[in-house]
């Protein structure tokens, strides 16, 4: 499966730039020419990460950064900046963004961040996990133990998928409810709680890992060993 970037940027020139470069080097490329244009794209499509300018019409790239944060997005970010000032780094990092460049972006530095990054967030371009004995495939959304393969549902998948991807950090429900099922998603956080016990049932033989309620708070992957 091939990654989706979303490259936010008001200046068409340097959009189509970006875009080019990114599929040629076999992304996926949704464009956005602001922040609000990206919220929507968002709101329908599927991103793996974001690169937005920071200076843009109706919404920049802090606010947009700062919205998909307040929503619990994790999405990664590449803030695309004009000038050096460590006063800008600082409030986009405060903001929630993972990196941070100066125009002009060099290409070579743009891809090697690029991988990076996603390869921080655990979706590693092979779109697996592997804990222990036991390996999640994305592809075919599967858990495969010495025991055999196991099939999961979509939404049994990503869940599972998502709390072991960032093992012992604490979901609330309401974020895995908007990532997972969406944010205009009639669902409620008691469709969380179904889900983790359905898996919980599933793989209560496990050796490698397990999904511990935090009370007051949601869920979290812990890896046994």
């Known amino acids: 499966m091939m990654f989706s970037i ?3 940027e008001d200046d068409l020139n340097t959009r189509r730039l970006t875009a080019d470069v990114l599929e040629e ?3 996926t490329v ?3 020419k602001d922040g609000v244009e990206a919220l929507e794209i968002l709101d329908t ?6 690169v937005a300018d920071i200076m843009m019409p109706r919404m920049d790239g802090y606010e947009l950064t700062r919205q998909l944060r307040s929503a619990g997005n994790n999405i990664p970010i590449i803030m695309v900046t004009a000038k050096e000032a460590i006063a800008d780094k600082k409030k986009g990092f405060i903001e929630g963004t993972d990196d941070y460049m100066v125009k002009p972006v060099d290409e070579e530095e743009l891809l090697l961040r690029i991988t990076a990054l996603l390869r921080r967030a655990q979706i590693a371009n092979d779109r697996r996990i592997t804990i ?6 994305y592809d075919n959304l599967s858990v495969t133990e010495p025991a055999g393969r196991t099939d999961l549902p979509p ?3 990503m869940l599972i998928y998502k709390l072991l991807s960032y093992p012992d950090k604490i979901f609330t429900r309401r974020q895995l409810i908007d990532e997972i099922w969406d944010m205009s998603s009639e669902s409620d956080e008691r469709t969380v709680d179904v889900h983790v ?3 919980r049932d599933r793989f209560k033989d496990n050796g490698d890992f397990e999904i511990v309620t ?9 890896k046994k060993r």
């Open 30 to 32: 949704l464009t956005a």
């Open 155 to 157: 939404k049994e998948f």
């Open 132 to 137: 222990g004995d036991t390996v999640l495939d």
């Open 45 to 50: 499509k599927h991103a793996d990460l974001i």
């Open 6 to 8: 979303l490259v936010a």
């Open 25 to 27: 080097n076999g992304y």
């Open 197 to 199: 016990n359905r898996l």
């Open 214 to 222: 935090v009370r007051g708070l949601g869920y979290k992957g812990v």
